[in-house]
């Protein structure tokens, strides 16, 4: 087995410290040498956007500590070399969350080296290009709709929460708990974007203040079976209050805040239960179920209803606007010529 990475210039978005706090950001050539010295090189093919990556591109030194670096915690791709025998030249990839992208070289590169271990081979009935417009922001939903479907809530249970439903992940989970016959109400912020959720399937589209705004009681009525939580802080505080008998609520975000302020009676009288959702450092096993059901049953009915398709040059401004607030839906990054 050939040992030696094979020497490679490359483009990849670069970020650099500027000043005490700020980045830079700017497509640039390296070299595929400089790489770590992991056992598997791959050529990206396609990556995707997340407000991790943003942060990471930003300069926050809980995602990242050293710079410059080369964000992207998604990738899909073709091996170009293995020191590892259960991959070969030519082998089709996913590679999601681990460290890639925070402190290991991501997915914004058109190659990225990485040990064997994080490796999911592309499950047949999807394509590179369908695995990224999912991502982890794909799969994140989806591991969210399983502890909802796991516990043994069907669609003629009653209604399902989806909160930041315009993000990256709350789209999704709006999309594909539609698609599997739920009953989706979506909970945004963006007045402007109701006709999108709508079109994505949600029966119903709600502002943020239609669930935070209410009175201060441990248990309020029921109003959905189940939810998926993408944002946390007083929205969660919010949520659980409201769910109904035996609900589940899925929590997978922090953009509120990572404090949870409730009563202990939505679980004692209710039997309400939370359940978080570790995509990134989810078991093997669990991730190579989800992304097969992604690619069948679980497939998204119209995925091109859900993403954007920018290259590595037009990246820097699709961070800024999720830094922002300012993005809804996928945004589906092309490292093809």
């Known amino acids: 087995m050939n040992t030696v ?10 970020a650099r410290k ?28 396609y990556s995707s956007l997340n407000y991790k990556d943003a942060l990471s591109a930003s300069g926050n030194p809980g995602v990242t500590k050293n710079y410059p670096h080369t964000p992207g915690v998604d990738a899909a791709g073709v091996v170009e070399h293995s020191r590892d025998d259960r991959f070969k030249k030519g082998d089709e990839v ?23 271990d994080w490796i999911v081979p592309l499950p047949k009935g999807l394509t590179l290009k369908e695995s990224m417009i999912a991502g982890t922001a794909g799969f994140t939903a989806a591991y969210g709709v399983k502890k909802i479907v796991d516990q043994g809530i ?21 999309a594909l708990l539609s698609d599997l016959g739920y009953n ?9 974007e109701h006709a999108f959720l ?27 079976i189940a939810a998926i939580d993408t944002v946390g802080g007083s929205m969660l505080d919010s949520v659980l209050p409201q769910t109904a008998h035996n609900g589940v609520v899925a929590c ?49 009915k119209d995925s091109k209803k859900l993403h954007r398709e920018v290259n590595l040059d ?23 010529d």
């Open 5 to 14: 990475k094979p020497e490679i210039t490359y483009r990849a978005l670069v």
């Open 314 to 336: 037009e990246l820097p401004e699709e961070i800024e606007k999720i830094l922002n607030g300012n993005q809804v839906g996928r945004v589906l990054v092309t490292l093809l």
């Open 184 to 192: 989706v109400i979506a909970v945004t912020g963006k007045k402007d």
């Open 94 to 116: 996913i590679v999601t969350s681990y460290d890639l992208g925070q402190n290991t070289p991501g997915g914004f590169g058109e190659y990225i080296a990485f040990p064997g």
């Open 18 to 45: 500027k000043g005490a706090d700020g980045t830079s950001l700017s497509v640039e050539n390296l070299i595929t040498k400089d790489l770590p010295d992991h056992d598997v090189l791959v050529r990206v093919h």
């Open 252 to 300: 997978c975000g922090n953009v509120l805040g990572g404090k949870l302020e409730t009563s202990i009676y939505p679980f004692i009288l209710r039997g309400v239960g939370l359940m978080g959702v570790d995509s990134g450092i989810c078991l093997m096993e669990d991730r190579i179920e989800i992304w097969d059901k992604l690619a069948g049953l679980w497939k998204l």
């Open 198 to 224: 709508k079109e994505l399937g949600a029966v119903e589209v709600v502002d943020r203040e239609n669930i935070t705004k209410v009175k201060d009681h441990p248990l309020l009525g029921s109003r959905w």
């Open 154 to 174: 069907s669609p003629a249970d009653g209604n399902v929460l989806v909160t930041g439903a315009t993000g990256g992940v709350g789209s999704i989970a709006v």
